[in-house]
T-cell receptor
Framework: DGGITQSPKYLFRKEGQNVTLSCEQN?????MYWYRQDPGQGLRLIYY???????QKGDIAEGYSVSREKKESFPLTVTSAQKNPTAFYLC?????????????FGEGSRLTVL | QQQVKQSPQSLIVQKGGISIINCAYE??????FPWYQQFPGKGPALLIA?????SEKKEGRFTISFNKSAKQFSLHIMDSQPGDSATYFC?????????FGAGTRLTVKP
C-alpha cells in the first residue's frame, strides 16, 4: 500500500540533545513537507522540499534541519537550538508544483522533551 | 500573521444535527481550499476541497460553501454522527503554499 511512514511514533528527549524524525514515502511524490502541530495553532510549516537535494525554510525553521538525499526520504532533525521542541510533528507529500492540491500526511511523531 | 482564520475553536453538536465550521482568508491569490479531518494521534486526511470557480461542493453529508467576495468558506456536516467527532482544519493554498486554520474540535453527542 502506498503511503507515508513516520517513525518513531513517540520519542522522548532530554534537553540539549538532537533528535531525528524519519519520514519515508512510496507515493512517488516529488514534494515533501514537515509541519509542527501545537494545540490551538493549527499546522505550521517547518521545511519543505520540491526536489531531491533541494529544500526551503518554512515559517518556523529555526532550530530544525533537514536533508533530501533520496526522493523517498525527508528526515527532520530537531536540534538543541529549538527552544520549545515538545510538539506533534507531521510529514506530508504531494506531486509539487502549482495547482497540485491535496497533501498526504503521515501519522505523525510526538516528541516530548523531558 | 495568520492568513486563515477558523472558528469556532470547539463545537458540540447532537447526533443528527448540523455542524458548521467557518473560515476566512486574506490572500486573494489562494486558489485551492481543502478541509482536513484529523482523529486523535493520527495525521490529517483530506475530507473535501473546492476551487474558487464554484460556490458550493457537496460530497455525501459534507458540503463546502464558498463566498469569494467575502473571502470566506465554510464546512457543513449534515446529520452529524458520533464518528464525525474529530478536529477539522480548513486550509488555503496558492502555488503549493498551503496555509492552515487553527482547527475546530468537533464533538457529536449520541
Amino acid at each position: 500500500d502506498g503511503g507515508i511512514t513516520q517513525s518513531p511514533k513517540y520519542l522522548f528527549r532530554k534537553e540539549g540533545q538532537n533528535v531525528t524524525l524519519s519520514c519515508e514515502q512510496n507515493l512517488n511524490h516529488d514534494a515533501m513537507y514537515w509541519y509542527r502541530q501545537d494545540p490551538g495553532q493549527g499546522l505550521r510549516l517547518i521545511y519543505y522540499s520540491q526536489i531531491v537535494n533541494d529544500f526551503q525554510k518554512g515559517d518556523i525553521a529555526e532550530g530544525y534541519s533537514v536533508s533530501r538525499e533520496k526522493k523517498e526520504s525527508f528526515p527532520l532533525t530537531v536540534t538543541s537550538a529549538q527552544k520549545n521542541p515538545t510538539a506533534f510533528y507531521l510529514c506530508a507529500s504531494n506531486f509539487g508544483g502549482p495547482n497540485t492540491g491535496e497533501l498526504f500526511f503521515g501519522e505523525g511523531s510526538r516528541l516530548t522533551v523531558l | 500573521q495568520q492568513q486563515v482564520k477558523q472558528s469556532p475553536q470547539s463545537l458540540i453538536v447532537q447526533k443528527g444535527g448540523i455542524s458548521i465550521i467557518n473560515c476566512a482568508y486574506e490572500n486573494t491569490a489562494f486558489d485551492y481550499f481543502p478541509w482536513y479531518q484529523q482523529f486523535p494521534g493520527k495525521g490529517p486526511a483530506l475530507l473535501i476541497a473546492i476551487r474558487p470557480d464554484v460556490s458550493e461542493k457537496k460530497e455525501g453529508r459534507f458540503t463546502i460553501s464558498f463566498n469569494k467576495s467575502a473571502k470566506q468558506f465554510s464546512l457543513h456536516i449534515m446529520d452529524s454522527q458520533p464518528g464525525d467527532s474529530a478536529t477539522y482544519f480548513c486550509a488555503a493554498s496558492y502555488n503549493n503554499d498551503m496555509r492552515f486554520g487553527a482547527g475546530t474540535r468537533l464533538t457529536v453527542k449520541p
